[in-house]
Antibody, heavy 125, light 109 residues
């Protein structure tokens, strides 16, 4: 059974860097794609970005200048750093697995099929 | 960027009724659309991808349809456990990312 667990500080000061880690168990992180999604209080889901096993990343254009996602296969973890945070970055952050494959040059996407429980990050001084 | 718009914002229904959720894309996403369910205090759950393919374990009362810019999620006979928020997600841009709709809350009437 695949499980994801987010971890990191629950409180970050404005202008500092938010750092979260997602630990994957029950599956190798060298397969699949891995994503971060956030949800501001009372709001909907916002895609942050993803990383694949080759280290290729993609980011939401609105966050591209501040977000970095990295992967550590030795620990079966991937991480998110979000720089220069403000109160608007206060949210519940989820990590999730993306079921996607590349076959003969074509990408096939089957959804974000396994999610962590989420971790709340508050930006406040 | 493809913008996804869901309607209505809130749907008030009774158990046993048929619920219909709409999702509209600002440009064609073919059938590259997924639906997720999120219950209070829980992570989202993938229900459907490819506009109409149910994920293993999702009850048959959930069905998806549509193509291009107009999509529908239908729950044929509402059960108590179905009351939640439902999100659509387009992935036509994949691997250049995805976008979510703003969600529709299904509440008990």
């Amino acid at each position: 059974q695949v499980q994801l667990q987010e971890s990191g500080p629950g409180l970050v000061k404005p202008s500092e860097t938010l750092s979260l880690t997602c630990t994957v168990s029950g599956a190798s992180i060298t397969s699949f794609y891995w994503t971060w999604v956030r949800q501001a209080p009372g709001k909907g889901l916002e895609y942050i970005g993803y990383i694949n096993y080759g280290g290729y990343t993609n980011y939401n254009p609105s966050l591209r200048s501040r977000a970095t996602i990295s992967i550590d296969p030795s620990k079966n973890q991937f991480s998110l750093k979000l720089r220069s945070v403000t109160a608007a970055d206060t949210a519940l952050f989820y990590c999730a697995r993306v079921d996607s494959v590349l076959i003969k040059g074509n990408y096939f996407f089957y959804g974000m099929d396994v999610w962590g429980r989420g971790t709340t990050v508050t930006v406040s001084s | 960027e493809t913008v996804m718009t869901q309607s209505p914002v809130t749907l008030s229904m009774s158990p046993g009724e048929r619920a219909t959720f709409s999702c509209r894309a600002s440009q064609s996403v073919v059938t590259k659309l997924a639906w997720y369910q999120q219950k209070p205090g829980q992570a989202p759950r993938l229900l459907i991808y490819g506009a109409s393919t149910r994920v293993t374990g999702v009850p048959a009362r959930f069905s998806g349809s549509g193509s291009g810019t107009e999509f529908t999620l239908t729950i044929s006979s509402l059960q108590s456990e179905d009351f939640a928020v439902y999100y659509c997600q387009q992935y036509n841009d994949w691997p250049r990312g995805v976008t979510f709709g703003q969600g529709t809350k299904l509440e008990i009437k």
